[in-house]
């Protein structure tokens, strides 16, 4: 059974920063794309970026310049370094692991909230 535990979500201010982490357990995480995603209030679930296996990168242009995905194998932990936060980031933050067509899996979320 694969889990996935974010942490390091809470209250910061406006141009603040904060680092989410992603713990996995199992096998699987150095295989995986893992993705860090974010549903705000009253919106879909969306996209805020992604690391390959290869350690290839992709971002949401709302997030470009601001944050930044890493990960370690080693420690099977995924990380986003979020600076200059804003009001508009506040949301719950998701992180996953997928392989297309053998796995996808999700955390529970941790709560990013941006004071102005």
């Known amino acids: 059974q694969v889990q996935l535990v974010e942490s390091g979500g809470g209250l910061v201010q406006a141009g603040g920063s904060l680092r989410l982490s992603c713990a996995a357990s199992?096998?699987?995480?150095?295989?995986?794309?893992m993705g860090w995603y974010r549903q705000g209030p009253g919106k879909q679930r969306e996209l805020v970026a992604t690391?390959?296996?290869?350690?290839?990168?992709n971002y949401d242009d709302s997030v470009k310049g601001r944050f930044t995905i890493s990960r370690d194998n080693a420690k099977n932990t995924l990380y986003l370094q979020m600076n200059s936060l804003k009001p508009e980031d506040t949301a719950v933050y998701y992180c996953?692991?997928?392989?297309?067509?053998?796995?996808?899996?999700w955390g529970q979320g941790t709560q990013v909230t941006v004071s102005s």
């Open positions: 996953r692991a997928h392989r297309l067509l053998r796995w996808n899996y």
């Open positions: 199992g096998t699987i995480f150095s295989t995986s794309t």
């Open positions: 690391i390959a296996s290869s350690g290839s990168t």
